[in-house]
T-cell receptor
Framework: GQQVMQIPQYQHVQEGEDFTTYCNSSTTLSNIQWYKQRPGGHPVFLIQLVKSGEVKKQKRLTFQFGEAKKNSSLHITATQTTDVGTYFCAGIMEYGNKLVFGAGTILRVKS | DAGVIQSPRHEVTEMGQEVTLRCKPISGHNSLFWYRQTMMRGLELLIYFNNNVPIDDSGMPEDRFSAKMPNASFSTLKIQPSEPRDSAVYFC??????????FGPGTRLTVT
């Protein structure tokens, strides 16, 4: 079936270090979205990428959509304790209409 | 805007009982989604509606689960009879035509 794979499953970093999570799809995506879920909270929409090779920034967060529209990444520069949570990617398959979520990457930040 | 509203926030029930979860989407959003989240299975899409019409219910685990959306401002997810393996956090989300989803705070269901 349609799948969106996300790695790593878990990452523990020292405050101030960078963090990256990667998302890969077996099929071409029409768009990719990223969500953040704080512990005990609900997923919160961060951003949507639509164009091949697109790069978007939100303060210390950089989002990329691959040229082939099959992969994406989220990079956080100089992590802070407020960045802790699970980061999910979610994609809509080309010619599809359903948002498929990855399993998420759990980020823990040591202060 | 109040965001997506879900009730109850917590539900504890005994096996075999009927459970009804409720959701009020954001006004003006035309799509509504029900998800289930567990440690083992992650975030699973159960069903989604577009303009109040069920579009894809392939994620509904079995006949014990049913969902309705009688109007644009209300949806229910019902489990009858409930089983311990149904214990999870159930999220409702709504979406405008631009596809991003706005999640409610969730209902934490415990079936004993």
């Amino acid at each position: 079936g349609q799948q969106v794979m996300q790695i790593p499953q878990y990452q523990h970093v020292q405050e101030g270090e960078d963090f990256t999570t990667y998302c890969n799809s077996s099929t071409t995506l029409s768009n990719i979205q990223w969500y953040k879920q704080r512990p005990g909270g609900h997923p919160v929409f961060l951003i949507q990428l639509v164009k091949s090779g697109e790069v978007k920034k939100q303060k210390r967060l950089t989002f990329q959509f691959g040229e082939a529209k099959k992969n994406s990444s989220l990079h956080i520069t100089a992590t802070q304790t407020t960045d802790v949570g699970t980061y999910f990617c979610a994609g809509i398959m080309e010619y599809g209409n359903k948002l498929v979520f990855g399993a998420g990457t759990i980020l823990r930040v040591k202060s | 805007d109040a965001g997506v509203i879900q009730s109850p926030r917590h539900e504890v029930t005994e096996m075999g009982q009927e459970v009804t979860l409720r959701c009020k989407p954001i006004s003006g959003h035309n799509s509504l989604f029900w998800y289930r989240q567990t440690m083992m299975r992650g975030l699973e899409l159960l069903i989604y509606f577009n303009n109040n019409v069920p579009i894809d219910d392939s994620g509904m685990p079995e006949d014990r689960f049913s969902a309705k959306m009688p109007n644009a401002s209300f949806s229910t997810l019902k489990i009858q009879p409930s089983e311990p393996r149904d214990s999870a956090v159930y999220f409702c989300a709504s979406s405008p035509a631009t596809y991003e989803q706005y999640f409610g705070p969730g209902t934490r269901l415990t079936v004993t």
